[in-house]
């Protein structure tokens, strides 16, 4: 394994982290083996290896902050606060759901903690978490708007677009790149001409900021100024968390693309074993401990799994609702 992680961290926060860190891995685990087993329809967007980036990133927000996700963003959701048992139910198509068992995995939303939602389209958060950003900015809320995309994105349009306006009229957002290597299975270095996304900061005018994504609180360490920076009307940045996904880009995909050496060095930089190694070798947290740690995040999942195959499937005359707005003015 490679070399462990620094800890600014006290125990109580350390187990914190450690919670966050596997829930999420083990939701998007149990996830797949229901999409296998036919429980869930479709497919899925593991996020399985870059857990640490959304939970470093949200670690350094207010409450009351806003996140703007993915298409691979149930991490988000739950980092962020989300409920695992609506976001299960969301999965199975039941009214229980964040979007009532319609929206599925790529459309959830939870105004309530802050997060204004996935999205499938690549790409597709940027500009809304920018007008969010404008929104924050115009109310004089002092909240912050972290954007989070891939790499892929960042050939995007709207990434340009919206990045160019952030700068020019300073608005609160911080944009979170993932970079996992692979836009779908084109490699970073067949889409873009140069090594680090970060660069691009500097043709906006923000600062560009590169950190460890397989590493928790590097990803933190580097969005305290990036947030306070916003928060305080001095405009965006962007930051490049290097990372890795350690599965496929959905559910079938077979990553004949990329080998399984490569993969294996990815693994032994494993964001949850490096940081349970290094809570370990300062006495943090014993071994007992980590072991209720991982009982604990098991337990939700499986309370959030009951959940879901108890709760009912929406009702045919609620099949329009929230699709069509009753306000006139919206039509």
Sequence with gaps: MSAAVTLPLSPAEA???????TLARVFEERVLKLVSDGSIRGTTHP???????????????????????THRGHGHLLAKGGDPKRLMAELFGKATGYGGGKGGTQHMADFAIGHLGSNGITGGGIPIGTGAALSAQMRGSGQVVAVFFGDGATNQGTFHESLN??????????????????????????ACAIEHIADRAAAYGMPGVRADGMDVLAVAAAMRPAVERARAGRGPTLIE????????????????????????TWRDRDPIARLRAAV???ALVSSAELDAIARDAVAVVDEAVTFAQSSPFPEL???????FSDDPCAS
């Design 241 to 264: 968390c290097k990372t890795y996904r350690f599965l496929g880009h959905s559910k079938s995909d077979q990553r004949v693309y990329r080998s399984r050496e490569e993969e294996a």
């Design 165 to 190: 306006l952030a700068a020019l009229w300073r608005l609160p957002a911080v944009y979170v790149c993932e970079n996992n290597l692979y836009a779908m299975s084109t490699p970073h270095h067949e």
């Design 47 to 69: 996020y399985v290896g870059q857990e640490a980036v959304a939970v470093g990133a949200c670690l350094a927000l207010r409450p009351d902050d806003l996140v703007i996700s």
């Design 280 to 282: 370990l070798e300062q």
């Design 15 to 21: 187990r914190r982290v450690l919670y966050q860190l």
């Design 317 to 323: 005359q609620d099949v329009t609702a929230g699709v």
